[in-house]
């Protein structure tokens, strides 16, 4: 079976930096995706990872270890919009992705 | 307009009814997929599709069926709802398999 893991929940203040972990143990790797998704909507994409090291998308980069099967989420210069569910995702090789449970992220002024 | 579409957007069912929810979409991509998603338990494979001539099973989909009636179009049925089939149910697409996932904006299912 698949296992992606992510911790439940975290709190940040506005304006610091937050680091999302998630590892995995799947049968296959063919990419790792990251999603938001904000509290009764659809999940929406945020970056892609398939070869070791870090993508980088304005406030957010990704980071990704195949080794490791680790990978994590950096979001930078926190705002309250922000306040939302981090999904991970992993392409297992068989043309379906796994995703795991979401870190909930909640900003405080 | 939305890319992808879900109707209904909520619905509230007897235990034993039929339903079908229904998914369009306008990427032009072949592939869709049938999520549902559960409090403290993620988001979940029920179904998914590669073309019109092609249907798989993913990780729970025992007590549900689908239907790929053409590239934009995927439905997916539970043929006698029971109460734990409760859950918010997303329809999505993407191009490939590295490519991003475009989801709709979900289907709140309740079976009492």
């Known amino acids: 079976g698949q296992n992606i893991d992510q911790p439940t929940e975290m709190t940040a203040t506005e304006g610091a930096i937050v680091q999302i972990n998630c590892t995995y143990q799947t049968s296959g790797f063919n990419g790792l995706f990251w999603y938001q998704q904000h509290a009764g909507e659809a999940p929406t994409f945020l970056s892609y990872n398939v070869l070791d090291g870090l993508e980088e998308k304005g406030r957010f980069s990704s980071f990704l270890s195949r080794s490791k099967g680790y990978s994590y989420l950096l979001l930078k210069e926190l705002q309250m919009k922000d306040s939302a569910s981090y999904l991970c995702a992993v392409n297992d090789g068989n043309n379906r992705l796994a995703f795991g449970k979401g870190n909930q992220v909640v900003v405080i002024p | 307009d939305a890319d992808v579409t879900q109707t209904p957007r909520n619905r509230i069912t007897k235990t034993g009814k039929r339903i079908m929810l229904e998914c369009s979409q306008t990427?032009?991509?072949?592939?869709m997929y049938w999520y549902r998603q559960d409090p403290g338990l993620g988001l979940r494979l029920i179904y998914y599709?590669?073309?019109?001539?092609?249907?798989n099973k993913g990780e729970i989909s025992d007590g549900y069926s689908v239907s790929r009636q053409a590239q934009a179009k995927f439905s997916l049925s539970l043929e006698s709802a029971i109460p734990n089939q409760t859950a918010l149910y997303f329809c999505?697409?993407?191009?490939?398999?590295?490519?991003?996932?475009?989801f709709g904006q979900g289907t709140r299912l309740t079976v009492v």
């Open positions: 999505a697409t993407s191009r490939t398999e590295n490519t991003e996932a475009f």
């Open positions: 990427k032009g991509h072949d592939r």
């Open positions: 599709s590669f073309d019109v001539k092609d249907i």
